[in-house]
């Protein structure tokens, strides 16, 4: 995601797995896999990154290309695809969805870290691709079917997730895409943060493992979404 100012963000954004690592990984699957229904919303939210947040009206208003989310999460192949209703899909998209379909087969009735992991691995194993050389443009929020065909960017990676985690049964109120600044490359970014057994474990195509938001000190969240609500952050 190309660095832009924090207003320029909120308004102009316009646009099989492996086994669990050893160690924590294990430890954070046992406290994941304790009997919490993925299919309620989560019992508590947790300050991301440690921030204060406060839900904020007009979601499609600050982030326009959020509406990709929506369409994303739409049933069925044809409107899974980058140019939406009523579109054809290429070759590379219909086999990228064939795929998508059997890994998301091979773990509908995983644990909930496992689906996790696997999500997070399946995912990152995508290449990364600029906007500008995908598309000729700056900002491109690409469906997950178009991403998996062609690769993409932060918010590509971020929205795959997003919508395989919800296919394999996450409510959405447990999903949110996250838009912060990394301080450490001084640049904006998009991350997954998935809000399961009164944690936070965030999905970044920057870090290969999946990871507790309080392990994480380099990214200062900007806002954060799922198909209908947005939150802004501070602190």
Known sequence: MPSLRRRDLLVGLGGAATALAAGSMQAMAGLANESEEI???????PRLFGS???ITEGLLTLVPKAEVVRRSLADGPVLASAEGIGATL??????ALARWAC???AFRHAEPMTRLVA???FANAVPYVSDRRNYGVDDYWATPTRF????????????????????????EDR???????????????AVLAVYLAGEIYVLDNQIQSVTSHGRISHYRPICSFNSHRLWVHAG
């Open 175 to 189: 999903l949110r895409i996250a838009l912060v600044l990394d301080r450490e490359r001084q640049a904006h970014h």
């Open 39 to 45: 299919t309620a919303p989560p019992a508590g939210h």
């Open 103 to 105: 890994f998301l087969a």
């Open 90 to 95: 290429s070759v590379e998209e219909r086999t």
């Open 52 to 54: 204060a947040e406060s």
């Open 148 to 171: 998996l065909a062609a690769g993409g960017d932060c918010e590509d990676f971020a929205l795959a997730k997003f919508v395989s985690l919800h296919r394999l049964g996450f409510h």
């Open 119 to 121: 999500v997070n691995d």
